[in-house]
């Protein structure tokens, strides 16, 4: 398959462009667009047969189901059960990087929902991604954009890299803001349980519901046979080549550690600014400041993808403080490491 690249830098003047990608969804094609997450790889949410094609796009196992993005809170309307919480959601965070799980209505096909009875519905901020959905007048289902198993792409270069070929169009919308997928919560009543920590913090979650449980999933490792709140749970996810290992300790003794295996090793270290003037050069990978989450959280994937083009046969990281954004970046890092964490004592 051919696929169009097309920029985006102004969507005022670019309208054709929106106008051409909205109506390859319209006939079940694929187009990957930048949101404030990641890049999706969108299609029809409403179209069997488009499901089909993300899901062999990606390389994904069928049974993991889509999110489906809408242009407005309201219009998940048409496509779920909403309740007052959903509202009240939608209210504090939308659009924007929160996704939430109800109850699916009939017009959301089991093949978008990977079986499930419940659909997964966002609505982003990015206004490429608005505007494309509006444009569409579908439910845009859409994973994140890359193969199954590679980090999630926050920039077109990476999207290229997975996708070329795979998809009818793909719309560079620049670097992604926030860099990690959304945050996902079930709705239960009054009751939310966090699926998968994001943008959106369990603290900002709980200035609107008193009642906020997070998944076992989210911190740890499921036991064998476990059942999953949310199928995505259960695939290893971001699996750099190298074994990927999290250290922990306190600062100075993490430094000598690492400074000691550079000297043994050929080892990728992602790194915080701090410590550049401090390591060898070599396969280093700045993440951004300590205290800097945010900085993190957007320099995440890629630096996983720039570890994973090294000739590195172990890459080290430091293990996330789990408190706000680091919540969501330890949910993605110890996965990526498969659990592996090192105590530097
Ligand atoms: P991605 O599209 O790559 O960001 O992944 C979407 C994730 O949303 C999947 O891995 C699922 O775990 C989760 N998800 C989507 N739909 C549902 C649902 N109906 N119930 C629970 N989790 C869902
Ligand atoms: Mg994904």
Redesign the pocket.
Known sequence: MQTQHIKIESLHRQESDLLCAASIIQSGGLVVFPTETVYGLGGDGTNQEAAKKIYAAKGRPSD????IHVAKPEDAEHYAVTNPTYYRLAKAFMPGPL?V?LPKKESIPLST??G?D???VRCPAHPVARRLIELAGVPVA???ANLSGKP?PTCAAHVAQDMDGRVDMILDGGDCEIGL??T?V?IDGDSLTL??PGGITYDALCMVCKDVSVASAVTQQLADGERV?????KYRHYAPTAPLILLTGEEHRVLSFLQAEQKEKNCAILCYNEEIPLLDPKNLLPVGDRSNLEAQAKRLFHALRDADGTDATVIYAHLPPMEGLGLALYNRMIRAAAHTIQEII
């Open positions: 993991n189901p889509l999110i996704t799980i929902t990977g499930l419940t659909v997964a859409a994973p994140s999630s997928e959304s996902i079930k699926l998968r709140l949310s199928p995505g749970m």
